[in-house]
């Protein structure tokens, strides 16, 4: 078998894909392929490190924060993440992968804090690192916290796992029109104010020089193919 192209990569999963076709929550069977596929990954010997969002439970800006203040309305949002943290963990663990979850906020009944040598320890051991609870900061994402985290461990790309398959012109969601990109700059992005990440994820990267793939969960076998160099999603590169 061909060598796998990176030794450790930063994979950001998109929380809200996590609800399959469900109107909210975790969807059983969406979990459990998501899980294989990152299975897969972690048996090939690839170092990885894994950031979850909370947008299948609850969000700082979502309607149903409305009126509540930002910072109280986005530490539920961490909180979520720290739940599809435990349920990933927990499905890792159904298909005999080893994984910890570390938080960024102290909830040490639960879960372990984030320690960045122990993080680094773990990735060495083969484990799956699942970093929770985001940045620990109210008025983040976790798009920026896999940035952050990326950054941290060394990652060689951070993998942006979401629902659409690459950056477009425009969310093809709305605009039927949009076309996808297969390279882009950090620069452009930004200048194009290109929803698909946040800007302070994509200029965090940038400054780092931490390339970022954005690439389809629900396309079957896109992970691996990523992983072993195939050409996959969008590059976002400096
Ligand atoms: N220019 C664009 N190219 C691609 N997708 C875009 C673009 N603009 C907006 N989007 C939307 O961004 C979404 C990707 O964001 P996604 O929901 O994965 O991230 P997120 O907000 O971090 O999710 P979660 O909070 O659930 O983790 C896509 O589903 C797509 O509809
Ligand atoms: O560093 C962070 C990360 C997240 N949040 C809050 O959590 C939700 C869910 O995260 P998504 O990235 O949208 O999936 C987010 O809307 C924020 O409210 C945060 O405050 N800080």
């Known amino acids: 078998m061909t060598k796998p192209a990176y030794k450790r990569v ?36 690839v170092e990885l490190a894994i950031v979850i969002g909370g947008g299948n439970i ?7 924060a ?17 739940m599809n943290s435990l349920a990933l963990g927990d499905a890792m663990r159904q298909v005999g992968i080893t994984a910890r979850v570390m938080s960024a906020i102290g909830i040490e009944q639960v ?27 109210p008025f983040f994402t976790t798009d920026t916290a896999a940035a952050l985290r990326g950054s941290e461990i060394g990652a060689e790309l951070v993998l942006k796992a979401t ?12 605009d039927p029109t949009a076309t996808r990109y297969a390279t882009i ?7 194009r104010h290109l929803q698909v990440m946040d800007a302070t994820a994509f200029a965090l990267c940038r400054d780092q020089k931490l390339p970022i ?19 996959e999603g ?3 590169h400096v």
Do not use: C, H, W
């Open 10 to 45: 930063l994979l950001k999963l998109s929380g809200e894909a996590l609800m399959g076709d469900d109107a909210y929550g975790i969807n059983r069977a969406t979990i459990e392929r998501m899980v294989a596929d990152v299975a897969e990954v972690s048996r090939m010997g």
């Open 58 to 64: 609850f969000r700082g800006v979502a309607p149903g």
């Open 66 to 82: 409305q009126g509540m203040d930002r910072a109280t309305a986005d530490y539920m949002g961490m909180l979520a993440t720290v």
């Open 111 to 137: 879960v372990e804090p984030y320690v960045r040598p122990k993080a680094l320890q773990y990735l060495e051991e083969g484990k799956v690192v699942i970093f929770a609870a985001g940045t620990g900061n």
């Open 163 to 174: 629902k659409v398959d690459g950056v477009y012109t425009a969310d093809p969601k709305k």
């Open 185 to 191: 700059s950090f620069d452009e992005a930004i200048a």
């Open 213 to 231: 793939k954005v690439f389809s969960i629900v396309k079957p076998g896109a992970l691996k193919n990523l992983i072993m160099g195939g050409d």
């Open 234 to 236: 969008t590059l976002v």
